[in-house]
């Protein structure tokens, strides 16, 4: 694939997909991004794979009709409820957020005999599908893969609650057993959950390996798209646009938190229905 002017499309269930929005501005910040965020009809962890699937089938008929040149599904329960049927559909590259992430494990493991137990925070959905240990056991059948759903996470992060106290309290609940087992690695396996990484230490300890599987999902794009490891020239700034099936003043609130945006700068955020397409 060859670097062109049209935008990376990025597509998640809500806001937690800003968080891969922000690392590809970090890692490619010439290139521009096409984000579309389906508020409306959040959270997708609770619904059936094949709605998931539907849904996430429309979104990406919005994205062809935008012309993104590839295109990153930022959400885990999406890629674990029908990646391989979405890529067949899409005209262009389809990226999957969860197998960088079992590589990224995988290549921890390889360089620290150690870290040997490996704990994934997912939505329902996600967990039940079982595709982070199949994943890694792919490339470390000795790996010990542990999993706990955290469907407050999504709904916490989604009303802009995940830096507050609400939000501490709430993952640590959720990584109690973790804690007791003594996991070595975590990994976040919702795009929403590192919204609450600086919690994490203060629950697990500061021994334990976190793991974005947006960093490793990026760097992924970044090769393909022909750029060397050091190479992030900048150009004329990209002007980012954002969608939202929801409402854009809460949504524009968040986006300006997670991608650290200033107050004076404005984001480009639309509002549209998704089910027209």
């Known amino acids: ?50 709605r998931i699937t539907q849904q996430s089938k429309q979104i990406l008929r919005f994205l ?10 930022a959400c885990n329960t999406i890629c ?33 005999a150690s870290l040997k137990k490996i704990g994934i925070i997912a939505t ?14 792919k490339l470390r059948p000795d790996a010990i893969v542990l999993q706990q759903a955290c469907p407050e996470l999504t709904v916490l992060a989604e009303a802009g609650l995940a830096d507050r106290e609400e939000g501490r309290r709430q993952i640590e609940e959720y990584l109690q057993g ?4 003594g996991i070595d690695i975590l ?26 599987p947006a960093d490793a999902a990026v760097l992924m794009v970044k090769e393909t798209l022909g750029y060397g490891a050091d190479e992030a020239e900048l150009a004329a700034k990209p002007k980012h646009k954002f969608y939202t099936s929801g409402d854009v003043d809460k949504f524009e609130e968040i986006a300006r938190i997670v991608l650290d945006s200033g107050a004076k700068e404005a984001l480009n955020v639309c509002q549209i229905d998704i089910e027209e397409y």
Do not use: W
């Open 187 to 212: 990994v976040f396996g919702c795009t929403h959950y590192p919204l609450f990484r600086r919690h994490v230490p203060g629950i697990l300890g500061e021994s334990v390996v976190l793991v974005d």
């Open 80 to 112: 674990a409820a029908g990646y391989d049927e979405l890529a067949a559909v899409f005209g262009a590259p389809l990226y999957s957020i969860i197998t960088p992430a079992a590589k990224a494990c995988a290549e921890l493991m390889d360089q620290n």
């Open 1 to 50: 694939m060859q670097k062109t002017n049209n935008p990376i499309g990025i597509f998640d269930s809500g806001v937690g997909g800003l968080t891969v929005a922000k690392k590809v501005i970090e890692y490619l910040p010439n290139e521009e991004i096409l984000y579309f965020g389906d508020n409306a009809r959040a959270p997708y962890g609770i619904h059936t794979n094949e």
């Open 178 to 181: 973790f804690k007791k087992e």
């Open 124 to 137: 329902n959905a996600t967990v039940n599908s079982g595709i982070y240990e199949r994943e890694i056991k």
């Open 64 to 73: 062809e009709e935008k012309d993104v040149k590839c295109a990153i599904i």
